[in-house]
């Protein structure tokens, strides 16, 4: 019986995760998502076109492989809507090449309101959401009121609905100086509601695991990334899911015995969105500079990223959250322009050197103790071959895998699926 093959992010999501499922798709039957919501942006860049998908999953471009969207992912009608109508240029066949999980939650209008009424609370203290209504929807799944994708197709799925709106409304009611006007939303939810009705909605645990008896290989592909996990990441500014290898598990309902190979993606030096800590981040020209040539704004929200150094003790936390078993280290060309290149080995904490991501990172001092490796202050977004590359680059790779213990396998050297390096050991 076949395994499912696993990628996620390993940093503070904004990766690369879209453009590497796009590279590895032609290697599988399904690409399966397994948790998060439309605040996720996967961006693929091929042929000149950009796409930022927000809730399909990255390999709906490729011809010959199915997508499913499991059943631990939260889905936005509208937003899911606008995705699909995004895509009608491309003369995708929607129907036969995505499939719905019956058991994915609805992100509703109410939820978005109850989101936004909760960040404008927290004042100073906001955690920096997308705004999406994903928080709301995960708390309204493990309270049981949710509604399902399942619970479309209910005769008296409107009854459900209203219901679960009138709690909302209440909810609403207790925050002052909050105004909205939910009548103006849900037509568009609605009109997502008819859509969602006409695609492909099936029992998908069943499907996956059926899927693997017949031998077909599978890739599950992550949101976010794992120091965003509600349990594991740098809470209370996560997100509201499990975003490591054990989400895949219960995200798509396939036992922990069947996971493969788990691909870890991260960036040749370190973002963030929102609030949070952030140990590494610059506040200096170096910080501007990475923002410049990465192009580091929010593919779902448009805002500027914050930037800095890689942070090796917060990886090698992620490889061992997630049991890595490869890495693909993504815009390794926006160090190009670097003369020298910052590495954060140990923080400082209360005078103590330690190499380890600590329970509190949000209130604590801590300080990065950085190596200084030499930069290649060379052009690669044009390299065909990792053979190619500079020495200097080929030492930041070896430096970062014998730090790291796992095999660095791809190396990318630009937005573009052909701008990837193999790098074999």
């Not at 076109?49 to 399909?56: A, F, M, N, R, S």
């Not at 996560?238 to 054990?246: D, E, G, M, R």
């Not at 609030?275 to 779902?300: H, I, M, Q, V, Y």
Request: proline fraction near 4%.
């Amino acid at each position: 019986m076949n395994k499912v093959d696993v990628l996620l992010g390993l940093q503070w999501g904004d990766e690369g995760k879209g453009k590497i499922v796009d590279v590895r798709t032609p290697k599988y039957d399904i690409i399966a998502r397994f948790q998060g919501g439309p605040n996720a942006g996967h961006t693929l860049e091929f042929d000149g076109i950009k796409h930022v998908l927000h809730t399909i999953p990255s390999g709906i471009f490729r011809e010959n492989t199915l997508n499913v969207i499991g059943n631990g992912v939260v889905i936005d009608p509208v937003i899911f809507k606008e995705e699909i109508d995004a895509l009608k240029p491309f003369n995708i066949a929607i129907k036969d090449r995505l499939l719905i999980s019956k058991k994915a939650h609805l992100i509703l209008p109410s939820h978005q309101l109850l989101d936004a009424a909760s960040e404008q609370a927290k004042g100073k203290e906001k955690i920096g959401s997308t705004l999406k209504g994903i928080g709301p929807t995960y708390m309204d799944k493990t309270g049981r009121n949710g509604l399902r994708i399942g619970d479309i197709f209910a005769d008296n799925f409107r009854e459900k609905y209203d219901k679960l709106v009138a709690k909302h409304v209440g909810i609403l009611d207790h925050y002052d100086n909050f105004s909205y006007n939910l009548e103006t939303l849900e037509p568009a939810f609605f009109e997502g509601i008819e859509l969602l009705k006409s695609l492909t909605i099936i029992e998908s645990e069943k499907y996956i695991n059926d899927a693997l008896k017949e031998g077909k290989s599978i890739l599950a592909e992550g949101a976010q990334g794992t120091l965003l996990d509600i349990d594991f990441g740098s809470y209370p500014f996560v997100t509201s899911s499990n975003t490591v290898t054990a989400g895949t598990c219960t995200g798509l309902g396939v036992a922990p015995t069947r996971i493969g190979n788990v691909l870890g993606i991260f960036k040749a030096y370190c973002t963030r969105v929102g609030s949070g800590p952030f140990p590494t981040e610059l506040f200096d020209e170096d910080g501007e500079k990475l923002r410049k040539a990465g192009a580091e704004f929010g593919a779902t929200t448009g805002r500027p990223r914050r930037c800095g150094w890689i942070d090796l003790p917060a990886l090698r936390y992620a490889i061992m959250i997630n049991g890595a078993t490869e890495l693909s280290m993504m815009k390794s060309d926006v160090l190009d322009s670097f003369n020298t290149i910052k590495i954060c080995t140990h923080y400082k904490i209360n005078g103590k050197k330690v190499d380890y991501l600590p329970f509190d990172i949000v209130d604590q001092e801590i300080e990065p103790i950085y190596e200084e490796i030499e930069g290649w202050n060379t052009d690669t977004s044009q390299l065909n071959s990792y053979s190619d590359a500079p020495t200097e680059l080929k030492n930041y790779v070896d430096y970062l895998e014998q730090q790291l213990g796992v095999q660095i396998s791809t190396v990318s050297v630009g937005p573009d699926r052909t701008q990837t390096l193999t790098h074999d050991n």
